[in-house]
């Protein structure tokens, strides 16, 4: 049979199943197992005659939001919201980690180009950081304590802070994303530029190896900026390229996808606002082996959630279908 002959033939049910599934329309139970199996069997059809085609990848979008629907509502009714970050959003996030890849590529990008134009012209870190917080940091950094601005402050006053400021951050990322993108760039690369000429500064005093404390919350905070751009990508670019919904459609969709990817960041702020709060200010205090330990779980927590879980997650679904 011919793609647009199957497409054709099946296209009225898949529509019903998938208004049902994006509106929570209320259906009979029996009705409701019927969609699936044929979703599964004109899946399972569509990778067999048709690989790498639209309506392969259509069918498997919606065979996955059926999956979470059907069988990890079960789970809800016990704990949602660990079903939500154990099963569902990895789930979900899945579709969405080539975006994370160019995000990733955006941010580093600027991270060069604050490292470069650092190295190639002393004013600049003032530029991006401000004159005070050089000062005040050069000042420091002569009395041989260039992290003492993070042992200011109270363990919980700074915790809450830092934490509050953080998502603040994630939320703009993601709400400047609405400017076909444009906004959520012009963040990723300003907080990319403002981190490559921050190492650089450092690096140009000679005490490079000092930044180690800071990658102690450092690594989770950077890390979920990017994860929160991911967010903002995902909703200005549902609106620039639609694909088969109309843009009211996909930007509302796209909408509401980033905004989960946001929502999925919070634990990791918190994460990041603690070690802030509590373990960096004693950072320079700590074995070199811990410090570079914390740094590299915090590392492999977010690689682990953000990368390797969704893939190890959707080939357990994916071979769940095909039995």
């Known amino acids: 049979?011919?793609?647009?002959?199957?497409?054709?033939?099946?296209?009225?049910?898949?529509?019903?199943f998938e208004n049902a599934l994006h509106n929570n329309a209320k259906i009979n139970p029996d009705d409701l197992a019927s969609y699936y199996?044929?979703?599964?069997?004109?899946?399972a059809y569509a990778q067999t005659y048709y690989p790498e085609s639209k309506t392969l990848l259509y069918l498997n979008s919606l065979a996955s939001e059926a999956h979470q629907k059907i069988y990890i509502t079960?789970?809800?009714?016990?704990?949602?919201?660990?079903?939500?970050?154990?099963?569902?959003?990895?789930?979900?996030?899945?579709?969405?980690q080539k975006t994370l890849l160019y995000t990733f590529l955006i941010f580093m990008v600027a991270v060069s180009i604050g490292v470069?134009?650092?190295?190639?012209?002393?004013?600049?870190?003032?530029?991006?950081?401000?004159?005070?917080?050089?000062?005040?940091?050069?000042?420091?950094?002569?009395?041989?304590e260039p992290m003492a601005v993070y042992k200011s402050g109270s363990n919980i006053g700074s915790f809450l802070g830092i934490t509050i400021n953080n998502i603040r951050v994630a939320i703009i990322?993601?709400?400047?994303?609405?400017?076909?993108?444009?906004?959520?760039?012009y963040i990723l690369f300003s907080n990319g530029i403002m981190l490559g000429a921050f190492i650089t500064f450092f690096y140009n005093y000679g005490i490079l190896e000092k930044t180690s404390t800071i990658w102690l919350h450092g690594t989770i905070e950077i890390s979920v900026i990017v994860i929160a751009g991911c967010a903002g990508l995902v909703m200005g670019n549902s609106f620039l390229f639609p694909k088969t919904y109309s843009r009211r459609v996909a930007f509302t969709k796209g909408a509401k996808d980033g905004l989960k990817i946001?929502?999925?960041?919070?634990?990791?702020?918190i994460i990041a606002g603690f070690i802030e709060g509590f373990i960096t200010r004693y950072g320079e205090q700590m074995?070199?082996?811990?410090?570079?330990?914390?740094?590299?779980?915090s590392l492999f927590l977010i690689l682990f959630y953000y990368v390797?879980?969704?893939?190890?997650?959707?080939?357990?679904y994916q071979s769940d279908l095909k039995k």
């Not at 470069?116 to 041989?144: H, Q």
């Not at 946001?262 to 702020?269: A, E, G, L």
């Not at 390797?308 to 357990?316: E, G």
């Open 173 to 185: 990322a993601f709400a400047f994303g609405v400017l076909f993108s444009v906004g959520t760039v």
């Open 287 to 297: 074995p070199w082996f811990l410090s570079y330990g914390i740094i590299a779980c």
């Open 262 to 269: 946001v929502v999925s960041t919070i634990p990791f702020f």
């Open 116 to 144: 470069v134009s650092t190295l190639n012209d002393d004013s600049f870190v003032r530029l991006i950081l401000g004159d005070a917080y050089v000062n005040m940091t050069i000042e420091n950094i002569e009395k041989g």
């Open 37 to 43: 199996i044929h979703l599964t069997n004109d899946l």
């Open 1 to 16: 049979m011919r793609e647009a002959s199957f497409v054709k033939q099946n296209k009225e049910k898949w529509l019903v």
């Open 74 to 96: 079960k789970r809800e009714s016990k704990n949602k919201i660990v079903s939500f970050w154990k099963y569902e959003f990895p789930l979900f996030f899945r579709s969405y």
């Open 308 to 316: 390797i879980y969704p893939i190890k997650l959707n080939n357990a």
